[in-house]
């Protein structure tokens, strides 16, 4: 996890502190909510047929050296109640988030919806990535690797961490979104985005239901995930104009200028 700070950091500071002349956020509501929908969709489809999406025995099923030591080092007695904590947090987040973007967009619903419809359309193609993983790889959870057994489809399906993957991702994009629309609050977006995520990747490692390296991987792509929607999709048009212009009198052609 530190190494993953650790670049989350590296991420953040290399964003100018607050563009004079933010790009703004440029958001079609039908295509990008049709997308945010498919992909919630097959997200969803993909958990009502996990028992026969999920592979009938774990690919990945022994943990290295260094996973098991962390697990014994950060495992809590009460499992169950680190698992409650986690699924609590895994909501609150992006509720927080969406309620905090709205007063940072002036109390506007129409510019809040749009921020939240990209942060839910990053989140939607970051979970469905992660349900991908999960099926592929089919790594056996540290419970069920430790009771020796497999009871339940879930029990391989432990890399990505589902839950760092959503929180990461919320708030990457909620972090994004704000720093394109020039919200001075966008760097506390980030740092309570990502602080309150490491705390649910924590509890997921504490609930002993992830390796280290399941929420490791998690943050990493839906980090990338959360930044690269609104940053590449969503990024306002007014520095990538063209424009063309027919040439001077005498001169076949047409001449194009703007800046990309």
Do not use: N
Request: hydrophobic share 50%; glycine share 8%.
């Amino acid at each position: 996890m530190p190494r993953v700070l650790l670049a989350l950091a590296l991420v953040v500071a290399a964003l100018p502190a607050r563009p004079d002349d933010p790009p703004g956020l440029t958001v079609d509501v039908p295509v990008t909510a049709g997308v945010a929908g498919s992909a919630l969709a097959v997200w969803g489809a993909s958990e009502l047929a996990r028992d026969r999406l999920a592979p009938l025995s774990c690919r990945w099923c022994q943990p290295s050296a260094l996973e098991r030591h962390a697990r014994a080092q950060l495992v809590w007695s009460d499992t169950s109640a680190a698992a409650t904590l986690s699924d609590l947090l895994v909501l609150v987040l992006p509720a927080s988030l969406a309620t905090a973007d709205y007063f940072f967009a002036a109390r506007d619903v129409r510019r809040a919806g749009e921020d939240v419809l990209v942060a839910v359309e990053a989140v939607a193609l970051a979970g469905l990535g992660t349900q991908a993983m999960k099926f592929a790889a089919a790594r056996r959870r540290p419970d069920a690797w430790a009771r020796g057994t497999r009871t339940s489809s879930d029990d391989d399906l432990s890399f990505f961490s589902g839950h760092a993957s959503v929180a990461f991702a919320a708030a990457g994009a909620f972090g994004t979104v704000a720093w394109l629309r020039g919200y001075e609050a966008w760097p506390a977006v980030y740092a309570a985005g990502f602080g309150a995520a490491t705390a649910i990747a924590y509890l997921r490692l504490a609930a002993d239901r992830h390796w280290l390296s399941d929420v490791g991987a998690g943050a990493a792509f839906s980090t990338a995930v959360g930044i690269a929607v609104p940053l590449l999709l969503h990024r306002g048009q007014g520095d990538r104009k063209v424009t063309v212009t027919p040439l001077p009198i005498g001169t076949a052609g047409l001449g194009v200028s703007g800046a990309f």
